[in-house]
């Protein structure tokens, strides 16, 4: 028992960073969509990545997250269905997106600047977006939205590229839940 | 056989507008009930929503205005039991003309898709993003919508019955112009 409780200990310590894996449960990964100027809401189901925050030393807080596209929903089968295509996501051929900080920059009163790389589709752009960060209970709670343009990143290709139907811009919403331990 | 008084000007013009209406509406309905998706189709899908607001505000005003002007009577050789069943059956039109852009604005709330009326307004949801239920609202809103053609058709049918059939002028009751009585068209 002791025992056990020892060698638990020691991966723990020798975990790189102390980072800490997402609380998936309480953590969302959403965007919004404009076709025909009416958003449509859709939602990554799985993702999973390791992020360490300390709001009081923000320089040198990272997150890593990786998603999975497959795993996307949006409010009707056909269009669920038909982003999974080449012309869209291609998930066959690029199952994951990913998404890595570079830097995060405290803007006072709670709020933060993240600057990283996200990859979707096999292209990597540099990103970056504000967001907040509250404590809550055992939880760290970051909130942001994050634009990017599809065609950036090729989604939507061949008809699809046509912005007048579905518009180039994409909010990405993210609420991520991070447990205290990750320091 | 002595022309029918016509209906109001406002109730002809509300009578054809909201035919023409519908017939668009349904008509691009059917093609999206088997198109795949692509960029026309989510063109067709504004359109179709655009039409069927536009026709339920309409039909909203066509009550509005049946309810204050005079309704002309119906042809004197039908019987009681006739102008019973004329009476149920303008009653069935006007409410399948109610529910099938109201199914059609639940089932689009319930998919959390708002109508974005001409792509500048966006219309309150009628209730709140329900995905389980959203597909039931379809084929409800399918299933009125096949009731409203069967009514339409059964509606065109009747008339043409009388006005070519019993020449009882019925036609003339929903026709544009000055009453043939009063001179030419």
Redesign the interface.
């Known amino acids: 028992m002791i025992k056990s409780l020892a060698a638990a200990a020691l991966i723990v310590l020798t975990q790189p960073g102390f980072a800490a894996s997402l609380d998936l449960a309480h953590s969302q990964i959403g965007f919004t969509l404009k076709q025909m100027n009416v958003p449509m809401e859709g939602r990554f189901k799985h993702f999973s990545g390791n992020v360490s925050l300390d709001l009081k030393k923000v320089a040198a807080s990272k997150a890593d997250i990786t998603i999975n596209i497959a795993s996307i929903s949006l409010p009707t089968p056909d269009s669920t269905a038909e982003t999974q295509k080449k012309d869209w996501f291609n998930t066959a051929q690029y199952p994951t997106a990913r998404f890595v900080t570079s830097s995060i920059k405290p803007l006072g009163n709670n709020r933060f600047q993240f600057s990283g790389k996200l990859t979707i589709k096999g292209v990597t752009r540099d990103v970056s977006a504000p967001f907040s960060a509250r404590q809550q209970g055992a939880l760290t709670l970051v909130d942001g939205v994050l634009p990017i343009s599809r065609l950036a990143y090729k989604i939507g290709e061949g008809e699809w590229a046509d912005t007048d139907t579905v518009a180039d811009q994409v909010q990405i919403k993210f609420h991520i839940a991070i447990p205290a331990n990750s320091k | 056989m002595k022309p029918s008084p016509r209906y109001a000007h406002a109730a002809i013009f509300l009578h054809w507008l909201v035919a023409l209406l519908i017939v668009s509406a349904f008509a691009v309905g059917i093609k999206l009930w088997s198109l795949?998706?692509?960029?026309f189709k989510?063109?067709l899908?504004?359109w179709h929503k655009w039409l069927g607001m536009s026709i339920l505000f309409l039909v909203v005003l066509r009550i509005l205005v049946r309810l204050v002007s005079k309704v002309p009577p119906l042809p004197l050789h039908m019987s009681p039991a006739e102008q019973r069943i004329a009476h149920l059956g303008h009653l069935a039109l006007y409410l399948l003309m109610l529910a099938v852009p109201v199914s059609g604005w639940a089932m689009s709330s319930a998919?959390?898709?708002?109508?974005?009326f001409f792509?500048?307004f966006t219309i309150p949801t009628l209730l709140a993003?329900d995905?389980l239920l959203?597909p039931t609202l379809k084929t409800v809103h399918q299933g009125l919508n096949l009731l409203l053609a069967a009514g339409v058709l059964g509606h065109v049918l009747v008339a043409f019955k009388h006005h070519f059939i019993d020449h009882d002028g019925l036609l003339d009751r929903m026709r544009f112009g000055r009453n043939p009585s009063q001179g030419k068209d």
Do not use: E, M, R, T
């Not at chain 2, 795949?36 to 960029?39: A, G, T």
């Open positions: 795949p998706l692509s960029p989510f063109k899908i504004a998919y959390g898709i708002p109508v974005v792509g500048v993003k995905l959203a």
